[in-house]
């Protein structure tokens, strides 16, 4: 059982966020076959230290049978052809599947309501909520969808026993930044008069690991109280670069469409419209970071922001915060706690509540 991994980093191909077809995206190919599928390691390194490498990857053997057969799954590797509302709707249609999967595992009650004027889902534990304390999910979906707000939240809801607000916070390229975190920190202002800010978390993944860090500066610059507890699960604080591992990994791992970054274009620059990439907001590793809350870090070894998430994770160090922590899974693609049924989702999920939890006391 192996995977293929094939990186020419010289592609000329436009960038574009996560998981989001711009309109100047290559046209459709066919997908690599397996007659055409490379079967041996190769490597050759030119003079500006670009490589041209070819992996021949086995499935590694620590994980579960059930995440075995996930990466076993066949993907194409030929350019996305979808429109972006056809995305929102397969995002919408996914979002309801996943929530009666974790559900199953994890018993909640989900209310749509409004906090602030902003749409949010409000995810309760069987039996209410610990009393006093809350947690805002800023869900995934690269700014343009929501691949997150249920998934992200019945899990945690249920393990920690606390209410969860899931902000459907406005999204690109209609509502470029700030608009999204001008949202999250709305709802957290109104959450402020019923709550101390030592008993509300903030936490996400992906496009919502991103916005956790930037409305942790934005309230800083607003003079706000920090919340108790950040969850930065697989983002990333830099867009003025990518890093390191978008070269490698698309958004399923090894397999799929790979769109390596093109150098001086910035990251998703349909999220980040104007704004200079160096914002201190939009990019917190050019922010004060000092006196940060306890701040959980998750990715996974194949995972397109496992670069971006430890160099912001080093960020944090960097500037003093010593309560934070990092947690990497081996073999796993972005954000694959989405699938509730894997035993390494359950963990993932059991690692994230606990660290919640314990800091909201």
């Known amino acids: 059982m192996k995977q293929i991994l094939m990186v020419a980093m010289i592609l000329c191909l436009p960038a574009h966020g996560v998981g989001q077809r711009p309109a100047d995206a290559p046209a459709a190919r066919a997908a690599t076959s397996s007659s055409e599928a490379a079967t041996r390691d190769t490597s050759y390194i030119d003079a500006d230290g670009t490589a041209y490498i070819t992996r021949v990857v086995p499935v590694p053997p620590s994980l579960s049978p059930e995440a075995k057969h996930f990466l076993e799954r066949q993907l194409s590797d030929s350019p996305p052809s979808e429109t972006l509302a056809e995305r929102r709707h397969r995002n919408d249609v996914a979002q309801a599947e996943k929530s009666l999967v974790a559900r199953r595992f994890y018993p909640v009650d989900i209310a749509e309501s409004t906090v602030a004027g902003v749409p949010v889902r409000v995810v309760t534990p069987p039996g209410g909520s610990l009393a006093g304390r809350v947690l805002i999910n800023l869900h995934g979906g690269s700014f343009n969808a929501d691949s997150g707000s249920l998934s992200e939240s019945i899990p945690i809801a249920s393990l920690t026993g606390i209410k969860v607000v899931a902000v459907l916070y ?3 390229p209609e509502h470029p930044f700030p608009a999204a975190v001008d949202d999250a920190v709305a709802v957290y202002r109104e959450l402020l008069k019923s709550y101390a800010p030592n008993h509300i978390g903030i936490y996400g993944t992906s496009a919502g690991a991103i916005l956790t860090g930037e409305v942790a500066v934005r309230l800083r610059q607003l003079g706000l109280a920090q919340p108790g507890v950040l969850g930065i699960f697989s983002g990333m604080g830099d867009f003025s670069r990518e890093g390191d ?9 090894l397999g799929g469409f790979l769109q390596p970054p093109v150098p001086g274009v910035p990251h998703d620059p349909y999220y980040t419209g104007t704004t200079d990439p160096r914002n201190p907001v939009l990019s917190p590793v050019f922010a004060d970071l000092r006196g940060m809350p306890p701040t959980l870090f998750i990715t996974s070894e194949r995972d397109a922001l496992l670069s971006g998430t430890t160099i ?7 500037a003093g915060n010593d309560n934070d922590e990092l947690v990497v899974f081996e073999g796993l693609p972005h954000a694959f706690w989405y699938e509730s049924e894997l035993p390494e989702s359950k963990e993932a999920d059991g690692i994230m509540a606990r660290f919640l939890a314990r800091h909201l006391q």
Not at 245 to 253: D, K, P, R
Not at 312 to 318: C, D, E, Q, T, Y
């Open 245 to 253: 591992s978008h070269s490698l990994f698309s958004l399923s791992g």
């Open 312 to 318: 912001l994770h080093r960020a944090f160090l960097r």
């Open 170 to 172: 406005r999204l690109a």
